[in-house]
T-cell receptor, first 112, second 109 residues
Framework: DTEVTQTPKHLVMGMTNKKSLKCEQH?????MYWYKQKAKKPPELMFV???????INESVPSRFSPECPNSSLLNLHLHALQPEDSALYLC???????????FGPGTRLLVL | TQLLEQSPQFLSIQEGENLTVYCNSS?????LQWYRQEPGEGPVLLVT?????EVKKLKRLTFQFGDARKDSSLHITAAQPGDTGLYLC?????????FGTGTSLTVIP
């Protein structure tokens, strides 16, 4: 099973809202990732968790707050987002890090 | 500067034609992956190549890893409309995982 699941599939939020994106994998992977992707562009790395600890934060604004409750779950908390934050948000996992990553279907976010 | 450069960036071809996408770098990678992504969906892993000079085939798709493990190519034979999508190469080197610049392929029926 190489499945990574993400919820919700679509999300529309106002600039004053607070929402969360969720990601889950049951492959026993110890590295999990959040990416942001604009149309027809490659994914841009936001955060990396390794063994449930935040190991990379690619200078992401504080209105994005990641959380890793356990080795299977990854959340991305959103607060006071801007319209330019509208994008496809992807979660991925890999066995330890640096090797093949497996992606979820993404959450399409629209900020109004 | 992108660590992994893909060419071409955009490609529009007729159904039945052949095509090749290139992924080039000046760095050595322990492995390279190829993904295909449809609009609004996550990237789907097509293949991982590990050994320099390795060739892998997946139906009409042929993947090659350069001898020096710095580049890779994807060749599609007799393209079909279902091949339409964004093709991404990716790989790990050092402590990082990098994506290529992407190739957007459109196959016209």
């Amino acid at each position: 099973d190489t499945e990574v699941t993400q919820t919700p599939k679509h999300l529309v939020m106002g600039m004053t809202n607070k929402k969360s994106l969720k990601c889950e994998q049951h492959m026993g992977h110890r590295a999990m990732y959040w990416y942001k992707q604009k149309a027809k562009k490659p994914p841009e790395l936001m955060f990396v968790y390794s063994y449930e600890k935040l190991s990379i934060n690619e200078s992401v604004p504080s209105r994005f707050s990641p959380e890793c409750p356990n080795s299977s779950l990854l959340n991305l908390h959103l607060h006071a987002l801007q319209p330019e934050d509208s994008a496809l948000y992807l979660c991925a996992s890999s066995q330890f890090g640096r090797e093949t990553q497996y992606f979820g279907p993404g959450t399409r976010l629209l900020v109004l | 500067t992108q660590l992994l450069e893909q060419s071409p960036q955009f490609l529009s071809i007729q159904e039945g034609e052949n095509l090749t996408v290139y992924c080039n770098s000046s760095s050595v990678f322990s492995s390279l992956q190829w993904y295909r992504q449809e609009p609004g969906e996550g990237p789907v892993l097509l293949v991982t190549v590990v050994t320099g000079g390795e060739v892998k085939k997946l139906k009409r798709l042929t993947f090659q890893f350069g001898d020096a493990r710095k580049d890779s190519s994807l060749h599609i034979t007799a393209a079909q409309p279902g091949d339409t999508g964004l093709y991404l190469c990716a790989g790990g080197t050092g402590n990082q995982f990098y994506f290529g610049t992407g190739t957007s392929l459109t196959v016209i029926p």
